[in-house]
């Protein structure tokens, strides 16, 4: 089946590395996705990673991807107030061209 | 930069009535979708919508429905809106399918 899991909440200190973990099911999955939703506001696109690829790495942002367990991370490097928000993971269904598998999203919590 | 734009960012309605939700995007893209969002559900899609007309069944259909007279329009329709419909609800739109761009939400309370 399909599905995608990560935990509800991360909570972290201002300054320390955050990293929000995610697993998915299907091994076919070619595109996987990090959107970040931050309150009151629609989901943003963070960043992405083929499946071909490791790691993927973008200024405080760096994905890795782990094939074999199908287990995709996002870390955040310097966790800012500025950083507080839902994080969700996705990947692209296999059976169709236009739709996203969603996880339940990780609401990262910054204390001072 | 790609805009979605939803009609309302708050709405109140009462029980049984018939509820329109509008969604607007400006970037000529093909794929249109509507997803609700509950805690700890994440988001569940509705129904999507990959050109004028044309229409599919998304995990939750039931109690809604959907219109793409205009291929920068995607209308969600509640017929008969109900308590257990209040929720967010996220329009988003994509050209190839692969990156989704939302809209700001727009939260529904159903008294």
């Known amino acids: ?112 | 930069d790609v805009k979605v734009t939803q009609s309302s960012r708050y709405l109140v309605k009462r029980t049984g009535e018939k509820v329109f939700l509008e969604c607007v995007q400006d970037m000529d893209h093909e794929n249109m979708f509507w997803y609700r969002q509950d805690p700890g559900l994440g988001l569940r899609l509705i129904y999507f919508s990959y050109d004028v007309k044309m229409k599919e069944k998304g995990d939750i259909p039931e109690g809604y429905s959907v219109s793409r007279e205009k291929k920068e329009r995607f209308s969600l329709i509640l017929e008969s809106a109900s308590t257990n419909q209040t929720s967010m609800y996220l329009c988003a739109s994509s050209l190839y399918g692969v990156e989704q761009y939302f809209g700001p939400g727009t939260r529904l309370t159903v008294t």
């Not at chain 1, 973008?58 to 310097?78: E, F, G, M, P, Y």
């Open chain 1, 1 to 112: 089946g399909e599905d995608v899991e990560q935990s509800l909440f991360l909570s972290v200190r201002e300054g320390d590395s955050s990293v929000i973990n995610c697993t998915y099911t299907d091994s076919s999955s070619t595109y996987l996705y990090w959107y970040k939703q931050e309150p009151g506001a629609g989901l943003q696109l963070l960043t992405y990673i083929f499946s071909n690829m490791d790691m993927k790495q973008d200024q405080r942002l760096t994905v890795l991807l782990n094939k074999k367990d199908k287990h995709l991370s996002l870390r955040i490097a310097d966790t800012q107030t500025g950083d507080s928000a839902i994080y969700f993971c996705a990947e692209k269904s296999p059976d169709s061209n236009y739709q996203l598998i969603w996880g339940a999203g990780t609401k990262l919590i910054i204390k001072p």
